[in-house]
């Protein structure tokens, strides 16, 4: 059984940080790619940054520079580091991976408001 778990959301000031986390229960974690999306009200869901299980990073192009995933193979655990935040950025954020089929955690919500 793969269980995804997000923490780290919450409210943040235009500019501020945020660092979300998703750990990973079962024994895929270290094989397979992990994926960050994010689904603001009305709109779809859509991929923010990925990394696979060698390392190679991908981002939505309206957060390069800005986010920054990786991730803990000991600690079978992903981070999504969010700096300069935008109101834009507000959305449900959700951990994501594929292993004979897609996984998604509960989601963690982030607001950035002034």
């Known amino acids: 059984q793969v269980q995804l778990v997000e923490s780290g959301g919450g409210l943040v000031q235009p500019g501020g940080s945020l660092k979300l986390s998703c750990v990973v229960s079962?024994?895929?974690?270290?094989?397979?790619?992990m994926n960050w999306y994010r689904q603001a009200p009305g709109k779809e869901r859509e991929l923010v940054a990925a990394?696979?299980?060698?390392?190679?990073?991908n981002y939505l192009d309206s957060v390069k520079g800005r986010f920054t995933i990786s991730r803990d193979n000991a600690k079978n655990t992903v981070y999504l580091q969010m700096n300069s935040l935008k109101p834009e950025d507000t959305a449900v954020y959700y951990c994501?991976?594929?292993?004979?089929?897609?996984?998604w955690g509960q989601g963690t919500q982030v607001t950035v408001s002034s």
């Open positions: 079962g024994s895929i974690f270290s094989i397979t790619a």
């Open positions: 994501n991976t594929y292993y004979f089929g897609p996984y």
């Open positions: 990394i696979t299980s060698g390392g190679i990073r």
